[in-house]
């Protein structure tokens, strides 16, 4: 298998879309809604947490007020930077600041069937050929799981689905699908198998938890116990806001960023007074509802700003980010769907989001679709040779090679165009054909991502997962299905 994943690193271009006064000014809003307002943390172990620091706790609402000197403290523990570490050490992933990875979406309920292109409904299967096919793309860095495996139990499903991502691919596994606290200590056990106990885990990461956020202003208590039990194992952990204006947030931009920041700043907040320096990151998926349904918009200027602009607040908090991007709310890979993801993404890596959600999602991150994997991940390709800007000095100015074409002369001879036509950029889906060669084919870039997906799937083998880790997990699983 290839061991290369592209990243943006070292970009020339950067885009600031808020002022620092404007990042302090929304700081100071959400200190404001968690200390005036406060936030729901239905869980008894979040509350006790919390009233043992001193915050105001409303038990029988289940409300946390907490004032800006606590939650300013808290955040000061946050580590910085970390890595997220894949079971094949040399696709570890830095989250420096100074790389965007992207990874799968997740987590669907439909996929467009590879082989026969019909809608269903999403299964096991599924999770592993995605994996597969994730593990042999470069652009790929690391895992969300893509779709629900709905013909599992539900109260292991989630196991489950990392169990096959990891039997399919060697780099980093990050899940929103473990809910509770005891999927979440039996996620804990399967990953220690792969790093080589609890304490290596610790230092070699090769798990991280997501958690979504219940807009406005509240969290689902079973997640909390989950994210509880990953910072404690000092497992990557975030809480994923997805605020929509209008709806679970307010009309305006900034009132939802404060909104969502309120959210996200408090259940980190809580993980850092429990484990003081657990690994954590900032995770945003916010949008617009749309006007006329009241739906989750999927894409439109609202998202593009969003994924530009939580990027800053994470700057001002020294925290990882992970951004939805892509996801677009279109039906099919078409001209909709390549407007948002290019412009979700544009925005979201010129501002070097750590961890960039994910390729392959059709009508809101509901259906899978292996084409749409594919053009999202040239998207990114393209994106990534932008950010790279132009290079010059003596060498890129070629003023030798010039002076040796002369007026009138041609390059493709010369030794410098040998040494640098790999650098233009070469796309595997953008119709570039003459005309009439595409007129007696009427064959598009759908087709090509699709036989793509299609050869991987067939040709490619991942680097196997041990059998008697796989058979140890696969225990763990068949433990908690018994209780």
């Known amino acids: ?39 729901r943390f239905p869980s008894k172990r979040a509350l006790e947490i919390w009233a043992a620091h001193g915050a105001e706790v409303d038990h029988e609402k289940m409300v946390v007020r907490a004032k800006g000197e606590l939650i300013e403290k808290a955040l000061k523990t946050c580590p910085p930077a970390y890595s997220l570490a894949a079971r094949d050490p040399q696709q570890d992933l830095p989250l420096d600041g100074n790389h965007v990875f992207v990874g799968t979406d997740g987590c669907g309920v439909e996929v467009i069937d590879i082989q026969t292109g019909e809608r269903r409904v999403s299964r096991l299967q599924d999770v592993r050929d995605i994996a ?25 499903r989630g196991l489950h689905e990392i169990k096959a991502i990891w039997e399919n691919s060697s780099k980093h596994v990050q899940t929103e699908s473990v809910y509770n606290e005891r999927e979440a200590r039996a996620a804990i056990e399967m990953a220690a198998l792969i790093a080589g106990g609890k304490e290596q885990l610790r230092k070699r990461p090769v798990l991280s938890l997501m958690q979504c956020s219940a807009s406005p202003l509240m969290h689902d208590a079973s997640n909390l116990e989950a994210a509880l039990v990953g910072a404690e194992y000092g497992i990557p952990t975030g809480f994923m806001t997805m605020a929509a ?29 429990a484990f003081p320096g657990a ?5 945003a998926a916010m949008t617009a509802s749309d006007l006329r349904t009241g739906g989750y918009t999927g894409g439109g200027p609202e998202d593009f700003l969003y994924g530009a602009s939580v990027n800053s607040l994470c700057n001002y908090y020294h925290i990882p980010l992970s951004m939805g991007s892509f996801a677009t ?29 994910g390729v392959g999602f059709l009508h809101g991150s509901r259906i899978w679709s292996y084409a749409e994997m594919m053009m999202d991940c040239e998207i990114f390709a393209i994106i990534q040779k932008t950010m790279q800007g132009i290079v010059v000095d003596d060498e890129t100015l070629a003023l030798d090679t010039i002076a040796a074409v002369g007026p009138g002369g041609n390059f493709l001879k010369q030794k410098h165009t040998l040494k640098h036509m790999r650098e233009v950029f070469l796309p595997q889906f953008m119709d570039r ?51």
């Open 1 to 39: 298998m290839s061991k290369t994943i592209q990243s943006i690193t070292n970009p020339k271009l950067r885009l600031e879309i808020l002022t620092p006064q404007e990042v302090k000014k929304i700081h100071d809003a959400t200190l404001w809604i968690i200390e005036k307002v406060g936030v």
């Open 132 to 156: 597969r096919i994730a593990d042999a793309t470069e652009q790929v860095g690391f895992h969300w799981v893509p779709v629900s495996a709905q013909d599992m139990p539900p109260e292991t």
């Open 245 to 273: 204006n209008l709806t679970t947030g307010p009309a305006t931009l900034a009132g939802n960023l404060a909104v969502g920041n309120a959210e996200v700043i408090a259940g980190t907040a809580l993980l850092q007074l």
């Open 279 to 283: 690994p954590v990151f900032y995770a």
């Open 329 to 357: 709310g279109a039906k099919e890979p078409n001209w909709q769907a390549g407007i948002e993801n290019s412009l979700s993404t544009f925005m979201a890596c010129i501002v070097m989001s750590d961890m960039l959600l």
């Open 433 to 483: 054909r003459p005309f009439n060669e595409w007129e007696a084919r009427q064959d598009d870039a759908r087709d090509w991502a699709l036989a793509k997906a299609r050869s991987t799937l067939e040709n490619h083998q991942p680097d196997p997962l041990d059998k008697k880790i796989s058979a140890e997990m696969a225990k763990i699983i068949s433990t908690l299905e018994k209780k």
